[in-house]
Nanobody
Framework: QVQLVESGGGLVQAGGSLRLSCAAS????????MGWFRQAPGKERDFVAS????????SYKDSVKGRFTISRDNAKNTIYLQMNSLKPEDTAVYYC?????????????WGQGTQVTVSS
């Protein structure tokens, strides 16, 4: 089993920045792909960004490219999502996700979610 713990959400004004963290523990050696999804009220959970532990290849939702950056710290089993130039439409609960292969096709593990609210 793997446990994912997110932190770093909060309330910020439009144009501001936040950094989310997700620390993985347990059988982390089984993981190859981690990332972030988000879910706004009344909407489906939506992919935001991902990163492979080996090689660091990243992928982003089109609407966050150039504003969000995903990174990893292998020694700490932690990934980060640096969010800049935040917009009110970025408001959502952000979930950390992890999988043995690819979180966009299957997600073995989810975090509990952290709220991000961007005021206009």
């Amino acid at each position: 089993q793997v446990q994912l713990v997110e932190s770093g959400g909060g309330l910020v004004q439009a144009g501001g920045s936040l950094r989310l963290s997700c620390a993985a523990s347990g059988r982390t050696f089984s993981l190859s792909h981690m990332g972030w999804f988000r879910q706004a009220p009344g909407k489906e959970r939506d992919f935001v960004a991902s990163i492979y532990w080996s090689g660091g290849t990243t992928s982003y939702k089109d609407s966050v490219k150039g504003r969000f950056t995903i990174s990893r710290d292998n020694a700490k089993n932690t990934i980060y999502l640096q969010m800049n130039s935040l917009k009110p439409e970025d408001t959502a609960v952000y979930y950390c996700a992890a999988d043995r292969f690819n979180i966009r096709t299957n997600t073995d593990y989810w975090g509990q979610g952290t709220q991000v609210t961007v005021s206009s």
